[in-house]
């Protein structure tokens, strides 16, 4: 395990700690649109820099394993999609929400079990280094830390904003998975 290699998967995982806090905000706490705002923002964020950057290294293209983490990902963005459009005042937002962070959940304990240990293990330094750019460039980008103006507590649409940071990863990253692994 390198040091960059450590640091990127800290950075998953705190985006996954983040992400869990922020699942509770929006079920239990009082300011609920605004944790929902900034949590569509984290989840999309960090679910473009794992289907361009940390599945590829976890698994081959063609594995079994891999197809399940993005068929749950599509899941996780389509379920959020539908949130998103019913909005948090909606009398079947919560019984949704509730069956979204149970997928939720569980997609972010595959990750923490097993695509974070091979980021761990397997990255090379400089892949390291492009996923850990990838997590700045894509929280940058999708205003993770701060809220959107000039509706700050309005969630934007999930998918487009998928679509934009997956293509804003891999723009900004190599494309050649060559040097992904460790050897």
Do not use: W
């Not at 293990?121 to 996923?131: D, G, K, Q, T, V």
């Not at 507590?153 to 487009?160: E, I, N």
């Amino acid at each position: 395990m390198t040091r960059a290699a450590e640091h990127a998967a800290a950075l998953l995982e705190r985006q996954h700690r983040r992400i869990q806090a922020l699942l509770t905000d929006v079920r239990f706490g009082r300011d609920r649109a605004p944790a929902f705002a900034k949590l569509v923002r984290l989840i999309v964020a960090h679910e473009s820099v794992e289907q361009s950057l940390v599945y590829p290294i976890a698994h081959p293209p063609s594995d079994a394993a891999m197809q399940t983490r993005r068929g749950e990902q599509q899941q996780l963005l389509r379920v959020l999609a539908e949130l998103y459009d019913l909005g948090v005042q909606n009398p079947e937002f919560d019984r949704k929400f509730a069956q979204f962070t149970d997928l939720m959940s569980t997609h972010l304990t595959h990750q923490d079990l097993r695509e974070l240990p091979l980021v761990r293990n397997c990255a090379s330094p400089a892949y390291a280094a492009r996923i850990t750019a990838a997590v700045e460039l894509v929280e940058t980008f999708a205003c993770v830390h701060r809220p959107l103006e000039p509706e700050p507590h309005r969630a934007v649409p999930p998918l487009p904003l998928f679509s934009r940071l997956c293509a804003a990863v891999n723009a900004a990253t190599n494309p050649s998975r060559k040097g992904a692994l460790r050897t």
